[in-house]
């Protein structure tokens, strides 16, 4: 898997004062954070940008700041006692999975956790989340993280203005590696099929069977991971009679590229109750990719069968 992440300096995000106080510590006792820098970048599973589309891509977020703790509260005569450390937050999200990630180091402080979220936290404050891991160290602040379960602590308290900076440098990463790293696996034929096995022309005389392979009209080296289609046929049959008129008949109906990377075969029987008196019969069949609304049907292969056994 290739991953292009480039990490947006704070003068480059502006994100410097709008997300100071975001890291989301607050409470009695509770740590009160500045953040100093941040990114907000984005990565392809498959390599290449375009599809997959800005609303699929990996995301990952980098947050340095510093916090202050309040331990405790002192006598008279010593005053609260204040504990400083730095703190740094890795997170990233994962819309094909619906999963968030989260980490959090600093002095006091090492926190790891997922999370199952219908959206991304960072981005949208609608989002839903259940924590399902939860590891770590530390402290009062490591305590403080421990008991927020609901949400992913570093995407509590951004407001709306912070999410709409976040998604708008995500779209802008986005965009850059779309020049860098193109899908080479766009256009028409990527939804087209043809049928090679039976050939055009060919002659099938019993017992042996009709051998049927299919494959995409995807340009050489796309496969599903890159351009998310899958190799996966509806399969279509007709006979003709002594007239010429073609009748559909209910055959193998599907053919599954990703099972049967060449051919599969298909009982010369399965034709035999569909076939002439004479023993011979004049079929065709064709093929398009499931599921695709821009898929079409390919040609015709016409081919015959011959039962020898017939009178």
């Not at 954070?33 to 589309?53: L, N």
């Not at 199952?116 to 981005?123: E, G, I, R, T």
């Not at 289609?229 to 009748?247: K, L, R």
């Not at 035999?272 to 040609?299: I, K």
Request: hydrophobic share 40%; net charge negative.
């Amino acid at each position: 898997m290739q991953r292009h992440v480039s990490i947006v300096s704070v003068a480059a995000l502006g994100l410097g004062a709008v997300l100071s106080g975001a890291c989301g510590f607050q409470g009695e006792p509770g740590p009160s954070c500045a953040i100093q820098s941040a990114s907000a970048t984005v990565s392809s599973p498959t390599g290449v940008f375009g599809p997959p589309d800005i609303a699929a891509v990996d995301r990952a977020y980098n947050m340095q700041g510093s916090c202050s703790v309040r331990t405790s509260v002192g006598d008279p005569f010593t005053g609260e006692v204040w504990t400083t450390f730095d703190l740094a937050v890795y997170a990233e999200y994962h819309p094909a999975a619906h999963e968030a990630r989260e980490e959090i180091r600093g002095i006091g402080i090492h926190a790891r956790s997922t999370w199952s979220c219908d959206l991304d936290p960072w981005v949208a404050a609608d989002a839903h989340c259940t924590r399902t891991f939860f590891d770590g160290a530390g402290g009062k602040a490591y305590d403080y993280v421990r008991s927020m379960d609901a949400y992913p602590v570093s995407a509590v308290y951004l407001g709306a203005d912070h999410r709409e900076i976040i998604l708008q440098h995500l779209i802008g990463d986005y965009k850059d590696k779309a020049a860098l790293f193109p899908n080479p696996c766009l256009g028409e034929a990527e939804y087209t099929s043809a049928v090679l096995l039976p050939s055009e022309g060919q002659q099938v005389a019993a017992p042996a069977p009709v051998m049927l392979n299919v494959k995409r009209g995807a340009a050489p080296g796309c496969t599903a991971a890159i351009d998310g289609v899958e190799p996966v046929f509806d399969v279509e049959w007709e006979y003709a009679d002594s007239a010429g008129s073609y009748t559909i008949a209910p055959l193998v109906a599907s053919f599954d590229g990703r099972v049967f990377t060449h051919a599969t075969p298909i009982p010369f029987a399965s034709f035999a109750p569909y076939g002439t008196p004479q023993g011979t019969t004049a079929w065709r069949v064709r093929a398009r990719l499931s599921l695709q609304p821009d898929a079409a049907w390919s040609d015709w292969v016409n081919f015959t069968l011959v039962d020898a056994s017939q009178p």
